[in-house]
């Protein structure tokens, strides 16, 4: 059926069909049609690219380099010692940090009429969401490639290729549940400036009240009792215990245990807001 004489749905907009009339073939074609438009407008504006490409080449040139003395002091390791330290911690920054585009340009869709398009189409609503979230983690993957790099080249040892790529893929499941939680900024919030605005009041406490840039143990009881649930905690630590050795398991299944929580709570929320907006 074309999107001319497609009935319109009440419930999810005109032309954008319920989920449940789809077929899982029919959810993959579109996803997969999504996605190839979602990286064509990336090849057509290369600028998009910038923040995943210097993001993580600033952030460890200045922590390494400008704190990294002080604090390798601190763990005992000097400047080499805090390599070690701060790497997979900052793997962990990547996933938080560059899910915000996601929402960002959820946004952006909305106020330049690219939804009002979908709209018109027969496709599902999950698939618009699924194709965004997708093309946000190949970005993400991309500038965890260029962090490494950039890693190696002031001294970063890889000695656990299995766990590197253990620890990047963890990284990747909690990007991916963040992820709705930008989405559902993008949809309820007016333009991606205040999208880009709540994100920065998430991400700083988060960031910066973990075990990322230093250790936990010098901070406040009050401040270390909010480091002890802070996924983005867990996470940094299940990635160093991964790459240079130290316990993993409990960070390990506590990260996964957030993941799949604010999935399980936030995609619905995603998809439900997605599919009443006006």
């Known amino acids: 059926m074309s999107a001319a004489t497609a009935a319109p749905d009440t419930t999810a907009g005109p032309g954008l069909k319920d989920d449940a009339r789809i077929t899982l073939r029919g959810h993959v074609r579109h996803t997969g049609a999504l996605i190839r438009r979602n990286l064509l407008w990336i090849r057509q504006d290369p600028e998009s690219m910038f923040d995943a490409l210097l993001m993580p080449v600033v952030f460890t040139l200045l922590f390494v380099y400008v704190f990294g003395g002080s604090i390798g002091q601190a763990l005992g390791g000097g400047q080499d010692g805090y390599v070690q330290y701060v790497i997979p911690g900052m793997i962990a920054m990547m996933s938080m940090t560059l899910s915000q585009g996601v929402g960002t340009g959820f946004s952006q869709d909305f106020n330049s009429g690219v939804m009002d398009r979908f709209r018109s189409l027969p496709i599902g609503r999950g698939s618009v969401l699924f194709a965004k979230i ?66 920065f009041l998430v991400l ?75």
Not at 178 to 192: D, R
Not at 214 to 238: E, I, R
Request: charged content about 10%.
């Open 134 to 199: 997708s093309v946000e983690l190949v970005r993400m993957l991309f500038a965890t490639t260029v962090l490494m790099i950039v890693a190696v080249l002031v001294g970063f040892d890889i000695t656990n290729w299995l766990g590197l790529f253990a620890a990047v893929g963890l990284s990747t499941a909690f990007a991916s549940s963040i992820m709705w939680v930008f989405l559902t900024l993008g949809v309820i919030l007016k333009n991606a400036q205040s999208v880009q605005a709540m994100g």
């Open 204 to 278: 700083f406490p988060l960031q910066f009240g973990s075990s990322i840039f230093a250790p936990t143990a010098s901070m406040p009881g009050w401040l270390q009792a909010f480091t002890d649930y802070n996924p983005l905690s867990t996470l940094a630590d299940a990635a160093r215990g991964l790459m240079v050795g130290g316990p993993v398991a409990h960070d390990l299944w506590v990260t996964l245990g957030w993941s799949a929580a604010i999935t399980a709570v936030m995609a619905p929320v995603a998809i439900h807001k997605f599919k009443t907006k006006n």
